[in-house]
T-cell receptor, first 114, second 113 residues
Framework: DAGITQSPRHKVTETGTPVTLRCHQT?????MYWYRQDPGHGLRLIHY???????DKGEVSDGYSVSRSKTEDFLLTLESATSSQTSVYFC?????????????FGSGTRLTVV | GDSVTQMEGPVTLSEEAFLTINCTYT??????LFWYVQYPGEGLQLLLK?????DKGSNKGFEATYRKETTSFHLEKGSVQVSDSAVYFC????????????FGAGTTVTVRA
């Protein structure tokens, strides 16, 4: 979907190095989310944001931090990458509506930690 | 907390076969329920949704009915095609204002010609 892009699409990094993944949206949506996808676990929420500078932890936040200095950008940082963080990372955005419309997802970032 | 349980895959079917993927949920309130589909190499796309009990979501020949009495939201399609090969995720949102979604583990479906 052209309204949300993730970068990079693929990355290989070494254990112990910091890594930052970027999510960019052009929809002006308030809510943004970072998930990781692993076999047998589905998608698990890492962090989410409900506005500029407003973020909160998800269920698997250890070892990750986020920042949102602008509405359109949500950054995920692995402070010191470990092999257990090898995964596919998805960003998602959501409108603030009375009902729940669900998410729009980015195409994902495949991260390999060696 | 909220959780979603899906039938384990993988599921392999022949074209024109009937597909059912079971999904049950645990939630404290009255969640909205979703099915997402992920085609190879892509992100997830919303397939259908239902926001209250007895609602039926439908899209692309797929259907699912929100059953509060059995806490279920099973996905069905009467005649699958090769192009339906994908991973299907059941998800729920309590709609507490943060719109967080909880996902099932996903079911991989392969349709053979």
């Amino acid at each position: 979907d052209a309204g949300i892009t993730q970068s990079p699409r693929h990355k290989v990094t070494e254990t112990g190095t910091p890594v930052t993944l970027r999510c960019h949206q052009t929809e002006n949506h308030r809510y943004m989310y970072w998930y990781r996808q692993d076999p047998g676990h589905g998608l698990r929420l890492i962090h989410y944001s409900y506005g500029v500078k407003d973020t909160d932890k998800g269920e698997v936040s250890d070892g990750y931090s986020v920042s949102r200095s602008k509405t359109e950008d949500f950054l995920l940082t692995l402070e010191s990458a470990t092999s257990s963080q090898t995964s596919v990372y998805f960003c998602a955005i959501s409108e603030e509506t009375e009902g729940v419309d669900g998410y729009t997802f980015g195409s994902g970032t495949r991260l390999t930690v060696v | 907390g909220d959780s979603v349980t899906q039938m384990e895959g993988p599921v392999t079917l022949s074209e024109e076969a009937f597909l059912t993927i079971n999904c049950t949920y645990t939630a404290t309130g009255y969640p909205s329920l979703f099915w997402y589909v992920q085609y190879p190499g892509e992100g997830l796309q919303l397939l259908l949704k239902a926001t209250k009990a007895d609602d039926k979501g439908s899209n692309k020949g797929f259907e699912a009915t929100y059953r509060k009495e059995t806490t279920s939201f099973h996905l069905e399609k009467g005649s699958v095609q090769v192009s339906d090969s994908a991973v299907y995720f059941c998800a729920l949102s309590e709609g507490r204002g943060d719109y967080k979604l909880s996902f099932g583990a996903g079911t991989t479906v392969t349709v053979r010609a």
